[in-house]
């Protein structure tokens, strides 16, 4: 005959409320590449091999440098013309949409007036400069939300985006987010003047230098002038933090007090905003939580220092 403990069970009668589980972010380090197809062929297509990416892109020795560089995922979006994308995409499929050798810089202006529907995500695409060291199409996208410019001078008529290919494939392959700067590169880009450089710099324009004595090395990576890791950093800790309220109201049922505020608002910070301080590039996150006046909506912000890049040195010597 199976027993229990009645009297146990009556006393303290124990109910557990287990924390949600946080959905994964792993999304938001997908890179997908826009390439041209046929009429009919439009699709969004998940590879792991050059095999795979070889049934939906000619471009495959140069996007397979996503892989080289580590990542292990790359969807190809395959439209007969730009304006399917918006059709096709979901969001959270991906968060980096780079457009491949088969767009003109013309076509890429044009998709960003355009626009990207739902996708808010990170877009980035690679400019000739010309004999004056321009382009314009580049020059009208470059400071727009989330964009990333990679120019380059490579003398070929084709290009070969094979850098920018493959610093993103480093960047969103490494489980703590860096900069990535001065990487050895594939390719040479032809970027070989301490003068361009400079200027690419100062306008924040992404870019690989090539050394006699380094090769080629990825002197800039940024987006819309900042660190390259600040989108990312930023939407990871806005999925993180609403992933949180969610277990955290779940788990402690609370009354709209000023003690339960302050207990969720305790349990946000320890779960994640501890994660992302990191003096080498977020030294510091403020974060708070209130009751509105009705008592029904707890109103927080969150004030985020500026996330840090150490891009170059510039050192005088002082004779006495």
């Known amino acids: 005959m199976e027993t229990t403990s009645i009297l146990r069970n009556y006393v303290a009668k124990f109910e557990i409320n287990e924390a949600i ?122 400071d727009k939300q989330d964009v990333c410019c990679f120019a380059h001078k490579q003398k070929e008529e084709k290009a070969n985006f094979s850098n920018m290919y493959y610093a993103f494939g480093s960047l969103l392959s490494r489980d703590i987010l860096d900069n990535r700067q001065y990487i050895e590169m594939p390719v040479n880009d032809n970027i070989i003047a301490l003068g361009l450089a400079e200027k690419l710099f100062d306008e924040r324009i992404s870019f690989v230098t090539t050394d006699t004595d380094y090769g080629p090395r990825l002197s800039l990576f940024c987006i819309s002038g900042e660190p390259v890791i600040a989108p990312y950093v930023e939407k990871m800790l806005q999925l993180d933090i609403q992933a949180a309220a969610i277990s955290a109201t779940n788990l402690y049922k609370p009354n709209m007090t000023a003690s339960a505020i302050s207990k969720i608002k305790d349990y946000i910070e320890q779960k994640v905003i501890s994660k992302y301080v990191n003096p080498e590039t977020i030294p510091a996150i403020t974060f708070y939580l209130n009751m509105n006046e009705e008592g029904w909506i707890a109103k927080g912000a969150i004030t985020m220092s500026s996330i840090k890049a150490l891009w170059r040195y510039i050192i005088t010597i002082t004779k006495e």
């Open 21 to 142: 589980a946080a959905p994964s972010l792993a999304w938001v380090k997908r890179i997908a590449v826009l390439v041209k197809g046929e009429e009919g062929q439009d699709g969004i297509f998940e590879c792991v091999t050059r095999g795979q990416l070889s049934q939906y892109t000619k471009n495959v020795d140069t996007i397979s440098n996503i892989f080289d560089a580590g990542s292990t995922v790359c969807y190809i979006v395959r439209v007969s013309n730009f304006a399917k994308f918006k059709d096709l995409y979901v969001d959270g499929q991906f968060f980096t949409l780079i457009f491949s050798e088969d767009w003109t810089d013309q076509e890429v202006a044009a998709a960003f007036e355009t626009g990207f529907g739902d996708f808010t995500g990170v877009k980035a695409a690679m400019f000739k400069l010309d004999e004056q060291n321009k382009n314009l199409y580049m020059e009208s996208i470059k």
